[in-house]
């Protein structure tokens, strides 16, 4: 249930693996992640075809995950392992070391498809006690804010109802972080705009 994957493995791994492009997203890997499960027992439901990404990739250093990514499947993949790559940077942590619980990879994507064709929707509250529990147990959550200037994190619902809930729980530190192309442009624009470019993002914000 709580299961990620590590930085090193996704810095390393899974661009090849899902033989993912610059502009790939988790949506258009979509049909890569499930053919990786594929007809392979699910660890989780006895007796059940179609296992999760995260159960089947080969990464070494999976495990009990101590990050929860919050962010939009409108991000590429290469901007959410650049940011992930940058969060550990940052931080001085070893890449092995973090290990990851990213939607797309983690949630069994065959059993939201079997729900989905059996015409079955998921009731809002045991949605919310299911997040509720996962962010408890992982303790930290990390948004991406891409781009800097409009976060398409911050247009989202969804990513503003798991910001909402990591600062509002008690013992969940809630983090925020970039690629390293933002970061760039970021430094570029306080050099040389000074403030104005980061008065006018945070003028942007309406939620």
Avoid at 28 to 39: N, P, S, Y
Avoid at 46 to 52: D, W
Avoid at 117 to 130: E, M, P, Q, T
Avoid at 185 to 191: D, M, Q
């Amino acid at each position: 249930e709580f299961r990620g994957l590590s930085v090193r493995f996704l810095s390393n791994g899974i661009m090849e693996d899902l033989q993912a492009g610059p502009e790939d997203t988790p949506g258009t890997v979509f049909r890569r992640v499930l053919g990786k499960g594929e007809g392979i027992p699910d660890p989780r439901e006895p007796g059940k075809l179609g296992a999760a990404y995260v159960d089947v990739a080969e990464d070494e250093f999976a495990g009990l995950a101590n990050l929860m990514l919050s962010y939009s499947w409108a991000y590429t993949i290469s901007d959410i392992v650049s940011s992930l790559e940058n969060y550990c940077i940052e931080r001085g942590l070893q890449y092995e070391c973090v290990v990851v619980w990213i939607c797309f990879c983690c949630v069994n994507q065959h059993r939201v498809e079997e729900e989905r064709a059996a015409g079955n929707s998921i009731d809002f509250d045991d949605f919310r006690l299911v997040f509720g529990t996962r962010v408890h147990q992982i303790g930290r959550v990390l948004g991406l804010l891409i781009p800097w200037q409009r976060p398409i994190y911050v247009t989202r619902v969804w990513c503003l109802y798991e910001a909402w809930s990591a600062s509002n729980s008690m013992g969940v530190d809630l983090d925020f972080t970039l690629p390293s192309r933002e970061v760039e442009s970021f430094r570029k624009a306080l050099f040389e705009e000074g403030l104005s470019d980061v008065h006018a993002a945070l003028r942007n914000i309406n939620v």
